[in-house]
């Protein structure tokens, strides 16, 4: 009987944690938002066509279809739900809780590189926006010139972001010390306060506000002229619609997606000749869906019985991700929750960053935390091909609760800039909702695996700066051999350890390598798309989105991805209006 009584109380409690949940701030209500509507409303919508179609409302597809609606319709196909109104999403507090989310309609699908390494892609209306740390800074002048991108209206793209989401961080001690001993460390001058990408120490900006909130690419939307604008969730895009005609490029006319229920849906452009699919998928979603609308490497559509459109053998090929280590130092007392604020700009092409603590708001549901838990790392005795999300969570469940004690401190990161090596993606399968098979070949080219080392000897030094025996246990300076041992089972991936990670930096960076979700690659400018992003070998068809990047833009991409959607939908307009066209 009691036993019968607990399990009531406790389907009750998780029912009132729901609840509270399901009635976080609701920041839509103070944005003048156009209706964000479910995917099933379509079928009882009049059947317009559109100016142009977008597959993906994220980092990028938001602000570009606020901007292109100023002056055409357009629709706004998002597979994910709205970020408003969950707590998960919308507090700094809940970060992990959202990341570690494997529910159905999660913001955040995680998936396992086949190199071991746990990733995760956003599925939400704002993209990652709403599943990330927040830390904004721009790209720095070499990027933009390597682009090909207008410097000018580069100039204007990014405050039209930041002054709508950006915030200066009020800085967290843990993120303070790091400042400190950074500069103790020669990781000089120091920048201040500061958008731009510049070599030294810097506080960069953040989407969370004063009070913790998170602001994200989809309130960007309340720039759009909602009469213009459509935005559909819950929409999962699994086919471009092209007309084939002899002799001539096959022309993208429409989409076909798929509603919350699972009924097909189909949505056409106008018959104008510079009306336009764009996917805005992401580095994991826009080669994907390519791949299984038929453009591709021949050999690999036809392995999956996919009818060629176009041969385009570079499709999924050129993935990298910065491969990310991290230190963990164990702290005197429980440190104030941190994500990313201050970073050191190496001249070696190395990002020192510092995250700390671990919080959750008193109405959030407290729950283990699935693949972002440290004990994870036991999995790597696992053989690699039965290494999988699923074994992940067998093994959570089998676990009462995870120690605080993990949290009990902080840690310093240290992530490589542009990495040489590359993977490439693969279909597993003609679903666009699953996950297809990505590697990334972490530390493959030797470059990649010295400045890692570089990285981890520069956080040596920082942990011997005085800034940070202020932190640890009565002022102890712990060898860096101890550190490591503790970080190596603070490191969560499925990559098998060895004895001498402790002894060695370039095994300790092999099997310690996680990821912070930078990834990027698929559909490279040159190869994939041309330099106005427009797919080579088709019409009406453009992909504008983080996976036509050779290397991600300065220590975080969010900025330049948001700005590139606003920058690349002014230049539309600007190619169809003239340059006086009024956004």
Known sequence: MALSSGGVFFKILVFLCFIRLSQGRNNSATLDLPPLRKASSFSEMQHDTYDYIIVG??????????????????????????????????????????????????????????????????????????????????????????????????????????????????????????????????????????????????????????????????????????????????????????????????????????????????????????SEVIVSAGAIGSPQLLLISGIGPRSELTKHNISVVLHSEHVGKGMSDNPMNSVFIPTENPPKQSLIETVGITDDGVFIEASSGFSQTADSIHCHHGIMSAEIGQLSTIPPNQRSLEAVRKYVQNKNSLPKEVFHGGFILSKIDGPLSTGNLVLVDTDANSNPNVTFNYFKHPQDLRRCVYGIKTIERIMHTNTFSNFTPKGAQYPMEKLLNMSVTANINLIPKHTDDSTSFEQFCKDTVVTIWHYHGGCHVGKVVDQNYRVIGTSGLRVIDGSTFSRSPGTNPQATVMMMGRYMGVKILRERLGRAAGV
């Open 57 to 274: 409302g994220g980092t990028s597809g938001c602000p570009l279809a606020a901007t292109l609606s100023k002056k055409y319709k357009v629709l706004l196909l998002e597979r994910g739900g709205s970020p408003y109104g969950n707590r998960n999403i919308s507090y700094l507090e809940n970060f992990h809780i959202c990341l570690a989310d494997e529910s159905p309609n999660s913001p955040s699908q995680g998936f396992i590189s086949t190199d071991g390494v746990i990733n995760a892609r956003a599925r939400v209306l704002g993209g990652g926006t709403c599943i990330n740390a927040g830390f904004y800074s721009r790209a720095n002048q070499r990027f933009v010139q390597d682009a090909g991108w207008d410097e000018e209206l580069v100039n204007q793209s990014y405050p039209w972001v930041e002054e709508r989401v950006v915030h200066w961080p009020n800085i967290a001690p843990w993120q303070a010390a790091l400042r400190d001993g950074l500069l103790e460390a020669g990781v000089s001058p120091y920048n201040g306060y500061s958008y731009d990408h510049i070599s030294g120490t810097k506080v960069g900006g953040t989407i969370f506000d004063e009070t913790g909130y998170r602001h994200t690419a989809a309130d960007l939307l309340a720039a759009g002229n909602p009469a213009n604008l459509r935005v559909l969730l819950h929409a999962s895009v699994n086919k471009i619609i092209f007309e084939m005609s002899k002799g001539h490029r096959p022309s993208a006319i429409g989409v076909q997606f798929k509603d919350e229920n699972g009924g097909d849906q189909q949505a056409f452009l106008i018959q104008k000749r510079r």
